[in-house]
């Protein structure tokens, strides 16, 4: 049997500080080592301050998971030289001295299947290594250390997994959860980071380190069931050993076997005291716990009556689950679940969008009310969309500023619907002897108003004028 098993790394982007110090958790936008101090330098002398609130956030995460969760946390230090570590040695944690770590056995479905959790741990990340050219001809590699010292949870699971789907399922849920959680936005670049173990029957265990993405991940773990399973064919011996993915060659390559494997050498770190974490404090953390997106999307199904399709795409999505909780007045909630999935989302598909997009929940559930009530068609309340996104004024001066209000004057229409039966000769000749015709003429009528033609008025003028019912 396949075992495939995780270690997935999530940067807490959604805190203000790094782990041990208070430069700037988000390292994104600076330039090159501007934000470091003495501590994430680990300079001798400095003293690392434990981030309370980094504790809370990784508490939540083991929560959340169904973890069990300790009175108290220990922080380790783990010895390795590598010149994206100044400090010489990285501070994470471990279960030497009973369950210290953030969390341990949890679970999570996936599929029908419940995938266990071994640990989850609070750690620091390191610097990042910046390679001039191609990796293996490079003859320059330049070191930024604002990255080090960020938060990580890492988090690891049970080798329960035996399809790479599984693997991809597991984390795109995982990735919705922290990011229901608000305290990861595993978008950005480098925020969320896993590596994979694979074995098949008779097989030692591989681990396959440097994926880039979720979905080289999936491709990773396939091609490394298929490798294995091919040498095991052959009756060739499958070793256990590191290996990396290979971007370029979409392949995994040997990277060192078991006997080089460094020896960490990990001590308890007496800079940091022991942390308390007391009862109250976890049931407080669990009072503020974000609804989960099962029971929010089990809400949005039976409150509102919204589709089980449609809810299962609004709970999952953050933002726009809160666009909706802000534009939902009970009445309208299934219309407004539809706008937000099928107009909405599509135009607001990047973070770049979200980030500059005016649009309000006001603005969602007036249009609604506006379409509902024929004040507006379709598709001008997409033109409305579009523009309320650009510049968030209240909706109907957009409708006037873009004169988007319905044509339902009938002396209007009737000269609209004159010019297309004399431009549509022959569809008028058809339409006497199949009804369905009339259709197409309604959209020719809509295409001279610019879509704004009230379709009810118009189908109903076409019919008067060809004498059909
Ligand atoms: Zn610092």
Sequence with gaps: MTKIGLEIHCQLTKLESKLFC?????????EPNT?????????????????????????????ALDCKTPNRIAFFRKNYFYPDLPKNFQITQLNAYGNTSIGWEGKISVENKEIKIRRIQLEEDPGRLIYEGATEKTK??????????????EIVTEPDFETPHQVREFLNILSDLLENLNVSDPGLEGAM??????????????????????????????????????????????????????????????????????????????????????????????????ESISSKK????????????????????????ELFEKANNETNAKDIANMITTDIM????????????KLEGDHISDLVEYIKSNKITRASAKLALDEVIKNGKPLSQIIEDLDLGHVSDEATLSDII????????????????????????????????????????????????????
């Design 140 to 153: 320059l590699t330049l070191v930024d250390y604002n990255r080090a010292g960020t938060p990580l949870v």
């Design 22 to 30: 208070s430069c700037k958790a988000d390292y994104r936008g600076f």
């Design 193 to 290: 980071r896993a590596d994979a173990n694979v074995s098949i029957e008779g097989g030692s265990k591989v681990e396959i380190k440097n994926i880039g993405s979720f979905h080289d991940l999936e491709k990773a773990v396939h091609f490394e069931i298929t490798r294995q399973q091919s040498l095991a064919e052959r009756k060739i011996e499958i070793i256990q050993e590191t290996r990396h993915w290979d971007d370029g060659r979409k392949i995994t390559v040997s990277a060192r076997t078991k006997e080089e494997e460094a020896e960490y050498r990990y001590h308890l770190e007496a800079d940091i005291p022991w942390v308390r974490i007391d009862d109250n404090t976890k049931n407080q953390l669990q009072l503020h716990m974000p």
């Design 346 to 357: 599509g135009l607001l598909d990047t973070r770049e969008k979200r980030e500059i997009s």
């Design 35 to 63: 934000n470091i101090c003495p501590v994430c330098m680990g300079i001798p002398g400095s003293l690392p301050l434990l981030n309370k609130s980094a504790v809370e956030k990784a508490t939540l995460i083991a929560m």
């Design 418 to 469: 004159t010019e297309v039966l004399n431009e549509e000769a022959k569809a008028v000749e058809d339409a006497k002897q199949n009804p369905d015709i009339v259709n197409f003429l309604v959209g020719k009528v809509m295409q001279k108003t610019h879509g704004k033609a009230d379709p009810e008025l118009t189908l109903a003028l076409l019919k008067k004028n060809l004498a059909i019912k």
């Design 298 to 321: 089990e809400r949005y199904v039976s409150k509102y009556g919204i589709t089980s399709q449609v809810a299962d795409i609004l709970s999952s999505d953050r933002y726009f689950s």
